[in-house]
Nanobody, 120 residues
């Protein structure tokens, strides 16, 4: 089992910046990919950014060039640096980790979510 605790959300004006953090605990030795997803009211949850344990990254097209994902493996922490924020970035942001066991069993874990609100 992996437990995730997110922090860093809040209210910011358009054009501003925020940094989200997520700390994993528990069976962290099996963590492979860490990432951030978001869900706006009335919309489906979508992938914002992911980073593998090898450092490979993937981003939602609409955040490329504005958001940067990074991770600190020694502290089982993933960050999302968000810049040039837009009102359409308003959503609950969820941390996610994918674990892969030595026998290739895979599990996905979610944090409780942190609200990001961007005012115009």
């Amino acid at each position: 089992q992996v437990q995730l605790v997110e922090s860093g959300g809040g209210l910011v004006q358009a054009g501003g910046s925020l940094r989200l953090s997520c700390v994993a605990s528990g069976s962290t030795f099996s963590i492979n990919t860490m990432g951030w997803y978001r869900q706006a009211p009335g919309k489906q949850r979508e992938m914002v950014a992911t980073i593998t344990n090898g450092g490979g990254t993937d981003y939602l097209d609409s955040v490329k060039g504005r958001f940067t994902i990074s991770r600190l493996n020694a502290k089982n922490t993933v960050f999302l640096q968000m810049g040039s924020l837009k009102p359409e970035d308003t959503a609950i942001y969820y941390c996610n980790v994918l674990t892969i066991s030595p026998l290739d069993f895979r599990n996905s874990y979610w944090g409780q979510g942190t609200q990001v609100t961007v005012s115009s």
